[in-house]
């Protein structure tokens, strides 16, 4: 399906091709600025890679570009002859790795007392169809004993709370479950992931949330003497899939002082994810791109992370098998992750502190700082977001390496203030189509998409002339100011702070 944004009088690209520049200079290329490389990003350039991704997606049934599928592997190889076509400017290479990832999962039915009812799906719920009494499970089922005798063969009715769902998963499993159903401790409905399986306790079984009302309604049902028999009849496929990471680093420029980008090539199932992240994917690949008509001091490593969805799984191995003498090379990171919210902010990593009390390594307040001047000079309001690791940028941090990044927003609904500052409509999310279908080019807005694509654009040309005023990179690897306590239960499987699938 064909966008149907429409860039009106806008001018074809103007600036010359790589193979043109060549031609013109022989082998001589002018040494990159920063007025230079943010003229060479333009709506027509994003846009078009935006589309080139969509189409990826929409050429298979299921539309969605998650690790895995037909069109995760076909922006893969996409990515990889984009940055080989530039006559050698960067040694490309994939990192192939291997996870575990539900690569489909839907509820056929989810029945009580034979009438349909409100149940998600825990992302590595076991396949299952049961038709079976509910029984209570005792406490918050966080302990082998919480689980009755009686569960065996039927389906275990558990609370939310204490311990993480795929414990409980698990427990039911080896209580002989035919599967499992949490209600929530707190009002609402909720869902989650059990995580990645398998796990000591036990096998997962067919597992679904539902509502607290729901669920105590149940259990009070029950022990006032009723027979509950539910339906849940559950598809998933849980693949250990073969993936790749995207790296092109520069041939020329200082290795010793090389600035490191990121961005993540996946989506979620549910949808194309061209904000989430072809936005960033584009960005910084328009910018590596463009960079190849220039010289340059500093070398620039692109990465392009596979599994950012799935736990930031593409960076966290990319980092776990960077050599240290390596390591230190890299200055600095930068990451994007959605740069084209259709109701943006302009929002910039918090890496000095000032706004969420948590800085990154040193380095990263001036990443801030560097950012905050460019939305300034373009005469834009700018607000900080978090930095609490948790995109592609917390494997950078985990190993001291100062990061940056900016960020237009996800599910995050707009306030007045902020729609003061950047327009847009308050009391509206970010991102309408964060994590679903209609993530697709329709759900970009192209001014926010160039304004950060140029943001890109300025501060490669930037560090890839000088880190003046950086400070030195400290080898000596601090722990964060973020301790990894505070991550335990979720960092097994953290994704981005927006896509955190809950785990209790
Ligand atoms: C995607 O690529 C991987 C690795 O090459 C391969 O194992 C897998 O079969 C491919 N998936 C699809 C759906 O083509
Ligand atoms: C119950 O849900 C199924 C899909 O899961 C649907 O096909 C059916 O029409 C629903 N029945 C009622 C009575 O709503
Ligand atoms: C689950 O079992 C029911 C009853 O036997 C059957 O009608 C239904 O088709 C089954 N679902 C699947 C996905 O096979
Ligand atoms: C589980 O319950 C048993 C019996 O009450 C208790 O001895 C044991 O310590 C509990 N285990 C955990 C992990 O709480
Ligand atoms: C993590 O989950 C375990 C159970 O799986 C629980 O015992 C522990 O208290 C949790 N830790 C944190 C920090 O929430
Ligand atoms: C999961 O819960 C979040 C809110 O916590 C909601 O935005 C999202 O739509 C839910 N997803 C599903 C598949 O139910
Ligand atoms: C509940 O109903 C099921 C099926 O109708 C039956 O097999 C089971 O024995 C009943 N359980 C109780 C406790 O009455
Ligand atoms: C996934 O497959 C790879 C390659 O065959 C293997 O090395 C790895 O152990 C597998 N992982 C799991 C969890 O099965
Ligand atoms: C890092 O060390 C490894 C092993 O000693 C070596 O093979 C590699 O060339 C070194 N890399 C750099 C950039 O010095
Ligand atoms: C900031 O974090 C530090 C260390 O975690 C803590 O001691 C301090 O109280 C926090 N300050 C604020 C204003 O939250
Ligand atoms: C910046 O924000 C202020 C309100 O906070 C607003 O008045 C001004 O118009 C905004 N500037 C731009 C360029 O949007
Ligand atoms: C480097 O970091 C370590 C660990 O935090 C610290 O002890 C050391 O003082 C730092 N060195 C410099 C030169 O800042
Ligand atoms: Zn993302």
Redesign the pocket.
Known sequence: MRSTIVLGTLAAAASASPALARRQYGTYKPLVTSEALQADITKEGLLEGAQTLEDFAYAYPRRTRIIGSEAHNDTVNWLKEELEALDGYYDVSLQNFFTVAMITGQINAFKVSGSNASASLFEYSASGNATAPLVVVANRG????DYPATVSGNIALISRGSCDFGLKSALAGTAGAAAAIIYNNAAGEFNGTLGVPPRPEGNYVATVAISQQLGTGFVQAIAGGANITATIDVTTDIQNVSTYNVLATTKGGDQNNKLALGAHTDSVLAGPGINDDGSGTVGILEVAKALSKYEIKNAVTFGFWAGEEEGLLGSTYYVEHLPANETAQIRGYLNFDMIASPNYIHAIYDGDGSAFNVSGPPGSAQFEKFLEDYFTSAGENFTATAFDGRSDYGPFLDVGIPSGGTFTGAEEIKTEAEAAAFGGEAGVALDKCYHAACDNVANLDLDAFELHGKAIAAAVATYATSWEGFPARNTTVARRSVPRARRTNESRHHRSRRSQPLKK
């Open positions: 966080c302990n082998a004993t």
